[in-house]
């Protein structure tokens, strides 16, 4: 963060100081009240939890922004309590404030799925060339876009975000906070229903990448996928840069094969052709890697440096992620999230490169979904998804993921080849008799559950 005064923050606001004085360099703003916080913090307190200052007596400076001093107690010396009677406003013109500090790009990445991905791609190929801020693994909630915010600072030359739907209105906060000048829209499918009505509601909420973008600002999207042409009216967009396969694209792949350890394609731009290649398998990762040429061409990486880098691309932990398994058998590990674009694209990976080996696909509940009758139409999609794969064995883990089996025995697949379980023993019950050398299986059971003890256990068995 870039240090300030608090007296240049306090221009901000309408607040009063009621306790303390001086005028001390902030280092820290936070919006949570936490007792391990650092010295020379700023607190705005937007939860109205009670504070006792005797848990922050050995710090030297700790400058607290409410609405509610009754909730401030014991604060001693050392703490400065301003009082303000538009708390949320004044947080938000600091927010505005500090951001519109800096001036270099800063590219925002949404989409149903791929924005990890996307955005490492994007991190690992300008490393080389910049100081770059991002967001770390998928952490990509609201709850962190201020510490985000925070890293900003004068050493910073690119940021590159991954920016989440959780429900409506969720994609607004992201870009308010971060105001990317280039914002990317991978793709849109079906995912928060937990917290939207209908699935409609959650695709239109994508469509909020676009507010604020500045009149100069960058907007790349897959041109490929016929929900962000519903979701968004492109006439309001002319000079939005299209990626994908079809003929219009600014950057388009054709001949796109399965290659040894990823995908290779060639790209087409600007009347070029190069040959390029993305480790990590599936199509979804040329749509992954073309969002990010893209993004990087707009910062001012130029294409052959940007395939060299790309070619090098160190995947990320437990997204498609393939690992030696017991017994000579391959385990494809794609185990941190799971909703219905990212099965199915695992199911379309399993059957790509199983070349006539055996093929077990290991599915559990999709937490995002939550339940409700458009949950369960995802569910049973992913069981007819399942049995279009023609995959040899179908293991269910999880009451909630029921509905996939029962799909795809109803969508044909021979009941035999379908099971039900509940724990990583029963699972691996199942497994034991089919793990050697000709057998793929597609792990793709979500983190949360992965992390219990019976599930741990699986792992470590089928996991070398």
Request: aromatic letters at 8%.
């Amino acid at each position: 963060m870039r240090n300030l005064r608090l007296s240049e923050i306090l221009k901000l606001t309408d607040g009063q100081v009621i306790q303390g004085s001086g005028d001390p360099m902030i280092h820290h703003v936070v919006n949570r009240t936490k007792k391990d916080i650092e010295d020379h913090t700023l607190l705005f307190h937007l939860d109205h939890e009670r504070i006792k200052g005797k848990y922050w007596i050995k710090y030297e400076v700790v400058v607290v922004i409410t609405d509610r001093p009754d909730k401030c107690i014991d604060l001693g010396e050392n703490i400065i309590l301003i009082q303000t009677e538009h708390l949320k406003e004044d947080y938000w013109k600091f927010v505005e404030y500090y951001r519109n500090l800096f001036d270099f790009p800063i590219i925002g990445i949404t989409g149903t799925c791929g924005k990890t991905t996307t955005k490492e791609m994007v991190r690992q190929i300008l490393l080389e060339d910049f100081n770059v801020t991002a967001t770390w693994m998928s952490m990509n909630s609201m709850s962190v876009n201020l510490r985000y915010l925070n890293k900003l600072d004068d050493d910073t030359e690119v940021a590159v975000f991954e920016m989440p739907v959780a429900y409506p209105g969720y994609l607004r906060v992201a870009c308010r906070y971060f105001k990317p000048q280039i914002r990317v829209l991978l793709n849109i499918g079906v995912h928060h229903l937990a917290d939207c009505d209908t699935p409609e509601e959650y695709m239109k909420a994508k469509g909020e990448i676009v507010e604020g973008l500045p009149e100069d600002g960058t907007l790349i999207l897959n041109s490929d996928d016929k929900n962000i042409r519903q979701v968004l009216d492109l006439s309001r967009f002319p000079n939005a840069i299209h990626i994908g396969m079809n003929e219009k694209c600014h950057y388009r792949a054709i001949n796109a094969r399965y290659d040894s350890g990823g995908m290779a394609f060639t790209l087409l731009h600007k009347g070029k052709s190069y040959d390029a290649f993305v480790p990590g398998y599936g199509i979804h990762n040329i749509y992954n890697a073309l969002a990010a040429i893209a993004a990087v061409s707009s910062v001012g990486v130029d294409i052959p440096i940007t395939l060299k880098r790309l070619a090098s691309y160190k995947q990320v932990k437990e997204h498609l992620e393939f690992k030696k398994g017991a017994n000579g058998s391959t385990i494809i590990d794609d185990t941190w999230n799971s909703a219905p674009l990212s099965m199915a694209t695992g199911l379309d990976v399993l059957s790509a490169v199983t070349d006539g080996k055996k093929s077990i696909g290991l599915l559990g509940y999709m937490p995002q979904l939550g339940k409700g009758k458009y949950a369960t139409e995802q569910y049973e999609q992913m069981g007819q998804k399942a049995a279009e794969a023609k995959i040899d064995l179908l293991i269910i883990v999880g009451e909630r993921a029921e509905e996939i089996g029962h799909a795809a025995i109803k969508a044909g697949m021979e009941q035999e080849k379908v099971h039900f379980c509940e724990t990583g023993d029963e699972v691996f019950k199942v497994l034991q008799p089919h793990l050697n050398k000709d057998t793929t299986i597609l792990l793709k059971v979500t983190h949360r559950v992965m992390k219990q003890p019976s599930f741990q256990e699986l792992r470590n068995k089928l996991i070398l």
